[in-house]
C-alpha cells in the first residue's frame, strides 16, 4: 500500500501548524527579551494565518462529525 | 550554547519534520524534489547575492550564524524550502485547494504570497535585531529596523517562481529521478527571475524614494 493510501495520524497532519507555531513563539519571545517585540509586524500577519488554518480545520471536523 | 546556533539547529530538525510531513502526504516524488530543490536554490541564489557585488543587495553577518557553505549560512539549504512548504500547506488548507491536482490552484497560488509576505513580516523583524543581514544599500522605502520594504515582495515573488516550476517539472511524464535533476538545474532560471522581481520594485520604489 503506498504511504499516501492510509490517512496520516493528527501528529503528523499537524506538523506543520507545530513548526510555525516553534518558530512564531521562539521569534516573538526573542524579541520580547531583547525588548525589540512589535506586535503588528511580528506577531499579527503570521498569526491571522495561524488562526484561519486552526479555524478551517475545526470546521472540517465539526462537518465531519455531523456527516 | 550559542543562542542563534540553537535556532540553526532547530530550524535544521524543524525541516525534518517538514521533510516527514511531505513524504507521508506528498509522497516520495514530490518531497525529493521540492526539498532538494529548494535546498539547490537557498544556496545558489544566497552564494550569488552575497558575492556579486554589482547585485548591490546584502551579506550575511559573519558575527551572527555559524554554520556556512560558501558565503551563504548552512540554514539557506532549508530555509527557503521550509518557508515555501508552509506557505503552500497553509494555503492549501485554507483555500481548500490542492496544487498539483489543480483545485483552486490560483487561489493557492494567490495565498501562498500572501503567507510568505506574513512571514517575511516575522522573520525580518527578527533577523534586523541581530542584525542577520548586512543590507549594501540605502531602501527608498523601509519598515521595522530600517529593512526594505521589498523583503515582503521579495518573499511573495519566490512563492511566484519556486511553486510553478514545482508544479511543471512534476508534472513531466519521466522519471522521478530526472524530474529532481531538471528541478535542482531550473535554479539558473529561478535566480535571475526572482533578482528580476526584486529588480522590478527597487525600481518602482526608487521613484518614490
Given at each position: 500500500m503506498n504511504s499516501r493510501d492510509k490517512r496520516p495520524n493528527f501528529f503528523i497532519r499537524e506538523i506543520p501548524l507545530l513548526v510555525l507555531l516553534v518558530f512564531w513563539v521562539i521569534y516573538a519571545g526573542i524579541e520580547v527579551i531583547r525588548g525589540r517585540f512589535d506586535i503588528l509586524t511580528s506577531v499579527i500577519p503570521t498569526g491571522l494565518f495561524i488562526i484561519a488554518y486552526i479555524i478551517v480545520r475545526l470546521v472540517a471536523k465539526e462537518q465531519k462529525g455531523r456527516d | 550554547m550559542d543562542l542563534f546556533l540553537a535556532l540553526e539547529l532547530i530550524a535544521l530538525a524543524l525541516s525534518g519534520l517538514l521533510v516527514w510531513h511531505s513524504a507521508s502526504t506528498r509522497g516520495a516524488a514530490f518531497t525529493c524534489m521540492f526539498f532538494l530543490g529548494g535546498a539547490f536554490l537557498g544556496l545558489a541564489r544566497e552564494n550569488v547575492v552575497a558575492q556579486?557585488?554589482?547585485?548591490?543587495l546584502y551579506s550575511y553577518s559573519p558575527a551572527a550564524?555559524?554554520?556556512?557553505v560558501g558565503a551563504a549560512p548552512l540554514i539557506l539549504m532549508v530555509f527557503w524550502s521550509y518557508a515555501i512548504y508552509l506557505a503552500l500547506t497553509f494555503s492549501e488548507i485554507i483555500v481548500g485547494g490542492n496544487l498539483i491536482s489543480g483545485r483552486r490552484r490560483v487561489w493557492v497560488l494567490l495565498m501562498s504570497m500572501l503567507f510568505m509576505a506574513a512571514y517575511a513580516c516575522l522573520n525580518e523583524a527578527f533577523a534586523s535585531m541581530y542584525p542577520m543581514v548586512l543590507w549594501k544599500f540605502k531602501p527608498a522605502l523601509t519598515i521595522?529596523?530600517?529593512?526594505?520594504?521589498?523583503v515582503l515582495w521579495g518573499y511573495a515573488g519566490m512563492a511566484l517562481i519556486f511553486l510553478p516550476a514545482t508544479l511543471l517539472v512534476f508534472k513531466l511524464r519521466i522519471r522521478i529521478v530526472y524530474r529532481v535533476m531538471i528541478f535542482c538545474a531550473s535554479v539558473i532560471v529561478m535566480i535571475p527571475l526572482h533578482l528580476l522581481w526584486i529588480a522590478i520594485f527597487r525600481l518602482a520604489t526608487s521613484a518614490i524614494g
Amino acid at each position: 500500500m503506498n504511504s499516501r493510501d492510509k490517512r496520516p495520524n493528527f501528529f503528523i497532519r499537524e506538523i506543520p501548524l507545530l513548526v510555525l507555531l516553534v518558530f512564531w513563539v521562539i521569534y516573538a519571545g526573542i524579541e520580547v527579551i531583547r525588548g525589540r517585540f512589535d506586535i503588528l509586524t511580528s506577531v499579527i500577519p503570521t498569526g491571522l494565518f495561524i488562526i484561519a488554518y486552526i479555524i478551517v480545520r475545526l470546521v472540517a471536523k465539526e462537518q465531519k462529525g455531523r456527516d | 550554547m550559542d543562542l542563534f546556533l540553537a535556532l540553526e539547529l532547530i530550524a535544521l530538525a524543524l525541516s525534518g519534520l517538514l521533510v516527514w510531513h511531505s513524504a507521508s502526504t506528498r509522497g516520495a516524488a514530490f518531497t525529493c524534489m521540492f526539498f532538494l530543490g529548494g535546498a539547490f536554490l537557498g544556496l545558489a541564489r544566497e552564494n550569488v547575492v552575497a558575492q556579486v557585488a554589482a547585485l548591490n543587495l546584502y551579506s550575511y553577518s559573519p558575527a551572527a550564524f555559524h554554520l556556512w557553505v560558501g558565503a551563504a549560512p548552512l540554514i539557506l539549504m532549508v530555509f527557503w524550502s521550509y518557508a515555501i512548504y508552509l506557505a503552500l500547506t497553509f494555503s492549501e488548507i485554507i483555500v481548500g485547494g490542492n496544487l498539483i491536482s489543480g483545485r483552486r490552484r490560483v487561489w493557492v497560488l494567490l495565498m501562498s504570497m500572501l503567507f510568505m509576505a506574513a512571514y517575511a513580516c516575522l522573520n525580518e523583524a527578527f533577523a534586523s535585531m541581530y542584525p542577520m543581514v548586512l543590507w549594501k544599500f540605502k531602501p527608498a522605502l523601509t519598515i521595522w529596523g530600517g529593512t526594505p520594504a521589498m523583503v515582503l515582495w521579495g518573499y511573495a515573488g519566490m512563492a511566484l517562481i519556486f511553486l510553478p516550476a514545482t508544479l511543471l517539472v512534476f508534472k513531466l511524464r519521466i522519471r522521478i529521478v530526472y524530474r529532481v535533476m531538471i528541478f535542482c538545474a531550473s535554479v539558473i532560471v529561478m535566480i535571475p527571475l526572482h533578482l528580476l522581481w526584486i529588480a522590478i520594485f527597487r525600481l518602482a520604489t526608487s521613484a518614490i524614494g
